[in-house]
């Protein structure tokens, strides 16, 4: 029997990479979490679908500090001991002056390989996506060895900061 219409698709068409479905799963959670400890979690959970490994790390008084992570070689623990002085050179500190995402290869600091040491040192290339509260960076995303584009990275670290917002909002309202 042929196939029917709908089951055809061009020649053309690639299948994505990263499956939209299991992000869009974890970014409606992500909407739903009452705490940020659960937003975190989620959101590298969230990154696998895009990337071997993720972590969040906080921007607290100048410091890149781990908040947690998932994925291959990656450890909570490794993550959590993670501090990186927001000041030294490396591709966090570009990072927080562009206030751009950045994707390619780690740095060759001493800082950017701690960084990379965090993540189990296998990976090759990074994401490392601004999460912002309004016009203020109140950490990075980061994702090992990305799949694709940071496109999947860059809508996890929106709906985080999103979060973030909402439950600093209801704390302050007593919601």
Same mark, same amino acid.
């Given at each position: 029997?042929? +196939?029917? +219409?709908?089951?055809?698709?061009?020649?053309? %068409?690639?299948?994505?990479?990263?499956?939209?479905?299991?992000?869009?799963?974890?970014?409606?959670?992500?909407?739903?979490?009452?705490?940020?400890?659960?937003?975190?979690?989620?959101?590298?959970?969230?990154?696998?679908?895009?990337?071997?490994?993720?972590?969040?790390?906080?921007?607290?008084?100048?410091?890149?500090?781990?908040?947690? #992570?998932?994925?291959?070689?990656?450890?909570?623990? #490794?993550?959590?001991?993670?501090?990186?002085?927001?000041?030294?050179?490396?591709?966090?500190?570009?990072?927080?002056?562009?206030?751009?995402?950045?994707?390619?290869?780690?740095?060759?600091?001493?800082?950017?390989?701690?960084?990379?040491?965090?993540?189990?040192?296998?990976?090759?290339?990074?994401?490392?996506?601004?999460?912002?509260? #309004?016009?203020?960076? %109140? #950490?990075?995303?980061?994702?090992?060895?990305?799949?694709?584009?940071?496109?999947?990275?860059?809508?996890?670290?929106?709906?985080?900061?999103?979060?973030?917002?909402?439950?600093?909002?209801?704390?302050?309202?007593?919601?």
């Amino acid at each position: 029997t042929a +196939p029917s +219409p709908s089951s055809v698709r061009p020649a053309t %068409v690639q299948p994505a990479t990263v499956s939209d479905s299991a992000i869009d799963a974890h970014l409606a959670e992500i909407g739903r979490v009452t705490s940020r400890d659960d937003v975190v979690r989620i959101a590298c959970h969230a990154c696998l679908a895009a990337a071997r490994g993720a972590a969040f790390l906080a921007l607290r008084k100048g410091v890149f500090r781990g908040w947690d #992570g998932a994925g291959e070689e990656v450890t909570s623990a #490794g993550i959590r001991s993670l501090w990186v002085p927001a000041s030294n050179p490396s591709i966090l500190n570009e990072v927080l002056h562009s206030g751009r995402s950045f994707q390619g290869a780690y740095g060759q600091t001493a800082a950017d390989h701690l960084f990379r040491a965090a993540f189990g040192s296998q990976g090759r290339e990074v994401v490392i996506v601004p999460v912002m509260i #309004g016009s203020r960076m %109140v #950490g990075v995303l980061c994702a090992n060895d990305p799949k694709a584009d940071s496109s999947a990275v860059e809508r996890v670290a929106e709906a985080v900061g999103q979060a973030f917002e909402r439950l600093i909002v209801a704390q302050k309202t007593g919601n």
